[in-house]
């Protein structure tokens, strides 16, 4: 059951009403977040974790993985322990080698974990009737006898059904879908909330029937502390260049002044010159398909 709200006027279900305002009828109910009422959240339930401390890879996952973005490749395996043992789930490994990944792991889990506390308030805040979760990504580490692996860390996470992307970090987003919308009022209401100090974007996941399972967010801030993707504020600058404020957006939600394009609009993930992988070859594996979880994380 929906029904437009008489302040904002957007179509929302029921559970975004009070009972009170639900009983006033069609063209005279007002929302939760136009009431100015958040729904009681916390954290725990938009961070999609991994439930679990035990995987397996084939060798052929590994060796040839089924995706891969701007720095980093995904094998798909299954969990063998845990909540979630036998659900399908993703391992991801930097296409730099070892040099940059203890950098390039501590702050992809930080841009996650701030990613999950932005978009809790978010789903607080009512404006859709739908969840939107993060999935939090953990380091674990290739056990002994995994052979050439072995040692070898990684990102784990729960496996994402229909990936499509939203938006990135260059301004750019697919404007044609309501979920894609959505993702840019989310990204501009990230900016709002944090006075102007950054935007959450690039975002990409999957979509469910009661809402959206998101990962490899990418945080742009003015102190351009969350790794390669973040663009600092010509990334911000950008994105604000290129937005055009939608149906999800609100009017009272900060901009910043005079926004100009620093960077090409693309679909692709951006990153800064100085942190361009210099190597993009796979890594190659004979022995061992099997990793547990790094109990120093």
């Known amino acids: 059951m929906a029904r437009y709200c008489a302040a904002c006027d957007r179509l929302l279900a029921k559970e975004s009403y009070t009972k009170t305002q639900w009983t006033k009828g069609d063209g005279r109910s007002r929302c939760r977040s136009c009431l100015g009422q958040h729904i009681p959240l916390d954290a725990s339930q938009t961070a999609r ?21 701007s720095f980093r490749w995904v094998a798909k395996g299954k969990y063998t322990e845990g909540n979630r043992r036998g659900e399908a789930c993703v391992c991801k490994w930097f296409k730099t080698g070892g040099v940059m990944e203890a950098r390039f792991f501590n702050t992809d ?3 996650s974990q701030k990613a999950v506390e932005v978009i809790t308030k978010w789903n607080s ?14 380091v674990w580490t290739f056990d002994s006898g995994s ?14 059904q229909e990936y499509q992307k939203f938006n990135s ?6 404007d044609s879908i309501p979920w ?16 102007g100090q950054g935007v959450l974007c690039d975002l990409q996941g999957g979509v469910y029937q009661d809402g959206v399972v998101l990962t490899d967010p990418v945080i742009m801030s003015k102190e351009q502390k969350y790794g390669p993707t973040d663009l600092g504020t010509a990334g911000i600058s ?12 609100r009017s009272e939600w900060r901009k910043p002044r005079n926004a100009q394009s620093y960077y ?4 692709h993930t951006t990153m800064e010159n100085n942190h361009v992988p210099t190597r993009t070859s796979r890594p190659h594996m004979t022995l061992g398909n099997v990793y547990d979880d790094d109990s120093d994380y």
């Not at 805040?125 to 953990?138: Q, T």
């Not at 052979?147 to 994402?160: C, D, N, R, Y």
């Open 147 to 160: 052979g050439q692996w072995a040692g070898q860390k990684v990102l784990q996470e729960p496996f994402i």
């Open 264 to 267: 090409r609009p693309t679909a």
């Open 49 to 69: 974790r991994n439930n679990a401390n035990r995987a397996t890879f084939t060798n052929d996952a590994l060796n040839y993985p089924f995706a891969s973005g």
């Open 125 to 138: 805040k009512g404006f859709i009737d739908k969840m939107v979760k993060v999935n939090l990504p953990e």
């Open 180 to 195: 894609s919308r959505v993702m840019q009022a989310l990204s501009h209401f990230t900016y709002h909330i944090s006075n």
């Open 109 to 111: 889990v930080a841009a």
């Open 238 to 249: 950008t994105f604000f260049a290129h937005h055009n404020c939608n149906e999800y957006c």
């Open 169 to 174: 970090n260059t301004g750019w987003a697919d």
